[in-house]
Nanobody, 120 residues
Framework: VQLQASGGGLVQPGGSLRLSCVAS????????MGWYRQAPGEQRELVAS???????TYASSVKGRFTISRDSAKNTVYLQMSSLKPEDTSVYYC???????????????WGQGTLVTVSS
């Protein structure tokens, strides 16, 4: 199973970006999916997550500005980021909990990360 994240880049404060992450490979089902971020010298932190049923959670620092969504038919999770701030600058990683066979275990996989830089 591979996760491919995309959509990062340079954006001015107050701007918007949309990240995408596509899961591919041997996939029977995907449970939760999420986005994390890690700034230099900092620990990786959860930004937002979405369950298989569509329930969402957000870090308090992004609530009201970021929206996570998923397209289960495309094995894809999105992160719409608005009102971006310089402190949102980080490498953003996607994560998915995948069952490769219907009777197999759920395994978590990470994407490779995409850099978001918020600067004027």
């Amino acid at each position: 199973v591979q996760l491919q994240a995309s959509g990062g880049g340079l954006v001015q404060p107050g701007g918007s970006l949309r990240l995408s992450c596509v899961a591919s490979g041997s996939i029977a089902s995907i449970n939760g999916m999420g986005w994390y971020r890690q700034a230099p010298g900092e620990q990786r932190e959860l930004v937002a997550s979405i369950s298989r049923s569509g329930s969402t959670t957000y870090a308090s620092s992004v609530k009201g500005r970021f929206t996570i969504s998923r397209d289960s038919a495309k094995n894809t999770v999105y992160l719409q980021m608005s009102s971006l701030k310089p402190e949102d600058t980080s490498v953003y990683y996607c994560k998915a909990y995948v069952r490769s066979t219907w009777t197999g275990p759920v395994v978590d996989y990470w994407g490779q990360g995409t850099l978001v830089t918020v600067s004027s």
